[in-house]
C-alpha cells in the first residue's frame, strides 16, 4: 500500500516539475507571506530569575525584529515614574532600566503586540517576562474584562489597575500596585500579584503618571478583590484520526477514534471574570474654543462647554493690541450689538446693530471667563481676540451683483412643511436674522376640504430668544391637506428688513403609514426607561416603562432595537457614574434582537431584561457603534 502511494506522489510531482519548466516566460512569484511571529531563542537573564539584581534585559530571538509603539504597547508592573529602555537591536530585544528596582517584588514585563518581525510586521502575542528581586516570584493573578458603561460594547487599551492600600485617596495619589491593559475585546489579566487585599481600577490615562486626575475615563469595583488559586482534577480525552474508505460510494472519510484519557490536575486563578463599567464623569473641562465671524453682521464665541456665567467683554481700541494701529476709526461695538446665547451658553453670537460697527472687517475685544486649571477647578482667564471677517473673492461684476442683492435684501423664511408631514411634528418656521417684530394675525393656516379653505385656529411659541425660530401649534388631522401663508411683513428683523409673502402647502401622512409597539417588561421595575433605537444605536424616542406596557406610536416601517436602563436617581435621563460619590453608572439593559416593523401594523415584544447578562444582551448589528446616549 505505502508503494502505491509513493509512485502516486511522484507522478504528481513529475508533472508539476514539468508544468513549471514550460512555463519559462512567467516571471518569480514571490511566495507565501510570513505569518510566523518571532521565536524566542535565549533570555537573559531565565525569564522568572530570583534576586535580579542587574539593570538590563536581553532577549534574542530567531529573526530581525522591530518594535510598534513601545510608548502604548510595553507596560512594567508595578510602573516606574521613569520607563525602561526598550530597544530592538537587530535580532535582540534589549530592555533598560532607568531607576532602581524595589527590593523583594516581583515585577512583570508585558510586551502586548510590541515584539514584531521586521518584514512583515507579524507580532508576537502574549510576551510577558517576569523576574523577582527577591528570593520569590508572586505567582496569583486575576482576570475579567472590560466595558463602555454607556454603550455595552468592550472597551480597549485601557489601564486596569490594583492598590494594596485601600484608603480612597491611593486613587488619586499613589501609583497602582501593578497594572495591566484591555485588550481589543476589552479582556484583562494581571499576572504576578501577591496573596492579599486589592481595590482594582481602570483608567484612561491620559496624563501617563498612573493617578487618577478628573475628566479621564474610569471604572472602580464596589467590592474588594482577594486573588486566590484553587488546584482541580480535570480529564482530557486524547483522540486520533483514521483514513478509510467508504463502502457505500468509495469516498474517503476520516474517522475520529477515542485513543486514551488521563487525569491531571491543574492550578486555576480566582477571580477570573471581573467585570468592569468604564464610564465619563459629567465633568467636563472649561475652556474657550475660537472665535467665528462667517458673516459681517455678527461673531461668534464658541466654549467647550455650558457656561454657568456669561463672559465678560471689553472692546480694545487697535492701539491696544497693536502700536501702529489707527485708531481714527475706531467704535466700541458693545453698546450697538445683541446677544444670542445657545440654550446651555456654550455658543454665544453677537449680532452687530450699527452700520459703522458692521462695516469695520476686524473687531478686537479682551474676554474675561473662567476654565478649568490642571487642578480641575475653576479660574478666571483673560483673552485679547480678534474677530476678522474676511470678504468673500469675487469679480467686479459679480461683487455688484452681491453689494445689489445685500442692498434689496428680505429676511427669508424657511418652513418644514412637506407633501408627508408627520402626525406627530410640529410647524417650524426659521429666519435667517433675529426677529425684532413679529405679527400673529399675519400667520395664516387653512385646511383644504372639497374645495373650501377652513381655517385653522394656530398659537405661536417662539424656540429662542431672537425670535430666529417660531413653532406654529395647531391640531393637525391625519392625511389631510392645509395651506400655510404667511403675509408679507409679518416679520421684521432687527435691521429692519421685512419678509416677502410666503405660502406652501403641507399634506399630513395617514395612521396606515405608520407602526406601533408596545413593549412589556418581564420583571416590571417602576424606574426603568425604554429607549427606542436605530440601527446607528442612536436614542429615537424614550418612554418611561409603563406596568401595561409601553406603547410607541407612529413609527416608521422600518428596523428598530431597544434598550432600557434603571433611572436610579428619577431624573428622566441616564445618569454616569461619579467616584468621589462612589455611584456607579446607571445599568443599561439591550433587547438581543432586531424589530423591523411594517405599515399599518401593531406589533408587541416582552422584554425581560434579566434574562440573559447584559454583557452579552447588544445585538451584534449594533457591536461597536458608540453613540453615548445621544438623543
Given at each position: ?466 425670535g430666529m425660530e417660531v413653532y406654529l401649534l395647531a391640531v393637525l388631522q391625519p392625511e389631510a391637506n392645509y395651506q400655510l401663508k404667511i403675509d408679507s411683513a409679518a416679520c421684521i428683523d432687527i435691521y429692519g428688513v421685512a419678509n416677502d409673502s410666503t405660502e406652501v402647502s403641507l399634506k399630513v401622512k395617514s395612521k ?120
Amino acid at each position: 500500500m505505502k508503494l502505491k502511494q509513493y509512485i502516486f506522489f511522484g507522478g504528481i510531482l513529475t508533472t508539476l516539475l514539468f508544468a513549471s519548466c514550460a512555463n519559462r516566460g512567467q516571471g518569480p512569484q514571490g511566495g507565501l507571506r510570513d505569518s510566523i511571529p518571532p521565536v524566542v531563542l535565549k533570555e537573559t537573564p531565565l525569564n522568572g530569575t530570583l534576586n535580579f539584581i542587574g539593570k538590563e534585559i536581553v532577549v534574542q530571538f530567531d529573526e530581525y525584529i522591530q518594535l510598534d509603539d513601545v510608548q502604548k504597547n510595553v507596560l512594567i508592573s508595578p510602573p516606574q515614574q521613569t520607563p525602561p529602555e526598550v530597544k530592538a537591536i537587530g535580532k535582540k530585544l534589549s530592555v533598560v532600566f532607568q531607576e532602581d528596582l524595589i527590593d523583594s517584588t516581583t515585577y512583570t514585563l508585558d510586551f502586548g503586540p510590541a515584539i514584531c518581525d521586521y518584514n512583515e510586521k507579524v507580532p508576537l502575542e502574549g510576551y510577558v517576562f517576569s523576574f523577582s528581586t527577591g528570593d520569590v516570584i508572586d505567582s496569583l493573578s486575576i482576570a475579567g474584562r472590560l466595558y463602555d458603561a454607556s454603550t455595552l460594547n468592550p472597551k480597549a487599551g485601557i489601564l486596569i489597575g490594583v492598590h494594596r492600600n485601600l484608603d480612597d485617596s491611593a486613587f488619586q495619589t499613589i501609583p497602582f500596585t501593578r497594572i495591566t491593559r484591555s485588550d481589543s475585546e476589552g479582556n484583562f489579566v494581571m499576572h504576578n500579584l501577591q496573596p492579599g487585599t486589592y481595590r482594582i481600577y481602570a483608567l484612561d490615562d491620559i496624563s501617563r503618571d498612573y493617578l487618577y486626575q478628573p475628566g479621564e475615563a474610569l471604572a472602580f469595583a464596589d467590592s474588594l478583590v482577594v486573588p486566590y488559586c484553587t488546584r482541580e482534577i480535570h480529564t482530557d480525552t486524547i483522540w486520533y484520526d483514521t483514513l478509510g474508505i467508504n463502502t457505500l460510494n468509495g469516498d474517503t472519510m476520516f474517522t475520529r477514534i477515542i485513543d486514551s484519557t488521563y487525569t491531571h490536575v491543574v492550578t486555576h486563578f480566582y477571580p477570573d471574570s471581573l467585570i468592569l463599567w468604564c464610564f465619563d464623569e459629567t465633568k467636563q473641562r472649561h475652556y474657550f474654543q475660537g472665535v467665528r465671524r462667517e458673516e459681517q453682521h455678527a461673531f461668534t464665541l464658541i466654549f467647550s462647554t455650558a457656561k454657568d456665567s456669561l463672559p465678560k467683554i471689553r472692546a480694545l481700541r487697535p492701539s491696544e493690541v497693536d502700536s501702529l494701529a489707527n485708531d481714527s476709526a475706531w467704535i466700541d461695538f458693545l453698546p450697538y450689538s445683541m446677544l444670542q446665547a445657545s440654550p446651555n451658553k456654550d455658543t454665544l453670537t453677537y449680532w452687530l446693530t450699527d452700520s459703522l460697527v458692521i462695516a469695520m472687517d476686524s473687531i478686537y475685544f479682551e474676554m474675561e471667563h473662567m476654565v478649568t486649571d490642571s487642578l480641575y477647578n475653576l479660574v478666571p482667564q483673560v483673552d485679547t481676540l480678534l474677530a476678522v471677517y474676511r470678504r468673500p473673492r469675487m469679480s467686479e461684476k459679480a461683487r455688484e451683483s452681491y453689494e445689489r442683492n445685500k442692498r434689496n435684501r428680505k429676511l427669508e423664511l424657511q418652513t418644514n412643511a412637506s407633501s408627508k408631514f408627520e402626525i406627530y411634528d410640529t410647524i417650524r418656521v426659521k429666519a435667517d436674522f433675529p426677529i425684532d417684530s413679529i405679527r400673529d394675525d399675519m400667520f395664516h393656516l387653512w385646511q383644504k376640504k372639497d374645495n373650501l379653505l377652513l381655517p385653522i385656529t394656530i398659537s405661536m411659541e417662539k424656540n429662542d430668544s431672537m425670535g430666529m425660530e417660531v413653532y406654529l401649534l395647531a391640531v393637525l388631522q391625519p392625511e389631510a391637506n392645509y395651506q400655510l401663508k404667511i403675509d408679507s411683513a409679518a416679520c421684521i428683523d432687527i435691521y429692519g428688513v421685512a419678509n416677502d409673502s410666503t405660502e406652501v402647502s403641507l399634506k399630513v401622512k395617514s395612521k396606515e403609514e405608520y407602526s406601533s409597539l408596545t413593549v412589556k417588561m418581564t420583571t416590571y421595575d417602576s424606574l426603568a426607561r425604554i429607549q427606542l433605537l436605530n440601527d446607528k444605536d442612536e436614542v429615537v424616542r424614550e418612554l418611561p416603562a409603563s406596568p401595561e406596557g409601553t406603547t410607541f406610536e407612529y413609527l416608521a416601517p422600518t428596523t428598530f432595537y431597544l434598550r432600557l436602563y434603571i433611572d436610579q436617581n428619577n431624573d428622566n435621563e441616564w445618569t454616569t457614574g461619579d467616584w468621589l460619590l462612589k455611584r456607579q453608572p446607571e445599568p443599561i439593559y439591550y433587547f438581543p434582537k432586531k424589530l423591523k416593523l411594517r405599515a399599518n401594523w401593531d406589533f408587541e415584544e416582552n422584554f425581560d431584561h434579566l434574562a440573559i447578562p447584559r454583557t452579552n444582551s447588544k445585538p451584534k448589528a449594533l457591536a461597536g457603534k458608540d453613540n453615548k446616549n445621544k438623543r
